[in-house]
């Protein structure tokens, strides 16, 4: 029956939730899935995301790590009470632009 073919695959793709020695020396909880080779790990001191053997982006005192990556829209830099820097991408090419705060 297709609820029982449905059944059989979330089964074999063996999601899981693993927690205590990740790795010797590392302790935390890893959420994977088998026929995946990324998974996020939560550690006492980062939130990691790990692409095979590769840590590729993290988040550890208060920065955000990231090994590569691809920005779809535009770049902020900045805060509401001294201004932004924006990097963006329009039909006239790459922007940079400065707006003032509030």
Known sequence: TLGGSISE??????????????EEGIYGIEIGRSDSNIKARFTNDKLSF????M??????GNSLFIT????TDYIRIGNSGQGYLTFDVTENGFEVKWSNGS
């Open 68 to 71: 590569r990556s691809e920005i």
């Open 50 to 53: 790990v692409q095979g053997e």
């Open 9 to 22: 695959l979330v089964y074999s793709l063996d999601a899981y939730i693993k927690r205590g020695e990740l």
């Open 55 to 60: 840590e590729v982006a993290y988040i550890s």
